[in-house]
Antibody
Framework: QVQLVQSGAEVKKPGASVKVSCKAS????????MHWVRQAPGQRLEWMGW????????KYSQNFQGRVTITRDTSASTAYMELSSLRSEDTALYYC???????????WGQGTLVTVSS | EIVLTQSPGTLSLSPGERATLSCRAS???????LAWYQQKPGLAPRLLIY???SRATGIPDRFSGSGSGTDFTLTISRLEPEDFAVYYC??????????FGPGTKVDVK
């Protein structure tokens, strides 16, 4: 069965960077685009960007352009999301999500809590 | 960017009752590329409905979606105990963009 397993919770200081991983199993990693979505406390889900796991090309939401970098390692079937210049408003649960049908998300990781605090 | 609003914010119902959740878009959703997700506490969202009215794999037929353009509805015909959760709508648009609504919480009356 499809599984997306994310790395553990992180605590970071303002201005630092964080890198979250998402290891996929149960399907051919390079045949599905992987997205990153975050959920801040009390806020709606927010799309951050995707990576074409086949050719490695990323696409970012304008809201995060310049601060987010999404990469992948096909040999490890793992996608990564790095967010830089962290601020307190970046405290959130970060999810990886597999794209389905070009427009939806059919499988999600368990979420990684990133806390930004001085 | 298309903004989605959902109503009501909270819906208090009893098991066996019918739930009707609304999702409204600030502009017409391209080709009705609208989905509904269910999220329970501590868990990731689960895809229920895609393309406004198609059920995802394994989703019970008590869940149905309808609507087009700017107005969409998720209906749960008879609430089961496991259906009490938060429900989000999500649209896909050009650029590309993926946006979500703020959610409707369905809780036990």
């Amino acid at each position: 069965q499809v599984q997306l397993v994310q790395s553990g919770a992180e605590v970071k200081k303002p201005g630092a960077s964080v890198k979250v991983s998402c290891k996929a199993s149960g399907y051919t990693f390079t045949t599905y685009t992987m997205h990153w979505v975050r959920q801040a406390p009390g806020q709606r889900l927010e799309w951050m960007g995707w990576i074409n796991t086949g050719n490695g090309n990323p696409k970012y939401s304008q809201n995060f352009q310049g601060r987010v970098t999404i990469t992948r390692d096909t040999s490890a079937s793992t996608a990564y999301m790095e967010l830089s210049s962290l601020r307190s408003e970046d405290t959130a649960l970060y999810y990886c999500a597999r794209e389905w049908g070009g427009k939806y998300f059919d499988n999600w990781g368990q979420g990684t809590l990133v806390t930004v605090s001085s | 960017e298309i903004v989605l609003t959902q109503s009501p914010g909270t819906l208090s119902l009893s098991p066996g009752e019918r739930a009707t959740l609304s999702c409204r878009a600030s502009q017409s959703v391209s080709n009705n590329y609208l989905a509904w997700y269910q999220q329970k506490p501590g868990l990731a969202p689960r895809l229920l409905i895609y393309a406004a009215s198609s059920r995802a794999t394994g989703i019970p037929d008590r869940f149905s979606g309808s609507g087009s353009g700017t107005d969409f509805t998720l209906t749960i015909s008879r609430l089961e105990p496991e259906d009490f959760a938060v429900y989000y709508c999500q649209q896909y648009g050009s650029s590309p963009s993926f946006t979500f609504g703020p959610g409707t919480k369905v809780d036990v009356k």
